[in-house]
């Protein structure tokens, strides 16, 4: 869907507990791999925890995906909106 109405900016509300780093990573690069690096990703953690965050951005920036993971939707929204 994401393709089909050729959407550049994406935000997700993850409210599910964090994933083992072994899942996380895989799930970091299926995402890469599965054509979203044309898509700004917004992330909003309700679980945030700023070490695995950080960890799983990097994956994704390692991997050619411009995505943030933050705590609440105003940041979100901000990062997506900002150029």
């Known amino acids: 869907m994401l393709h089909r109405r050729k ?3 994406l935000l997700v509300d993850k409210n599910i507990q964090a994933l083992p780093i072994p899942d996380a990573f895989t799930l970091v690069s299926e995402l890469a791999h599965s ?19 950080r960890f799983e951005e990097m994956v994704g920036a390692n991997r050619g995906l411009r995505m943030t993971i933050v705590k609440d939707v105003d940041e979100a929204e901000k990062w997506l909106l900002d150029d």
């Open 35 to 53: 054509d979203c690096v044309a898509v700004k990703l917004a992330i909003t953690d309700h679980y945030y925890d700023p070490e695995k965050c």
């Open 7 to 9: 959407y550049h900016r």
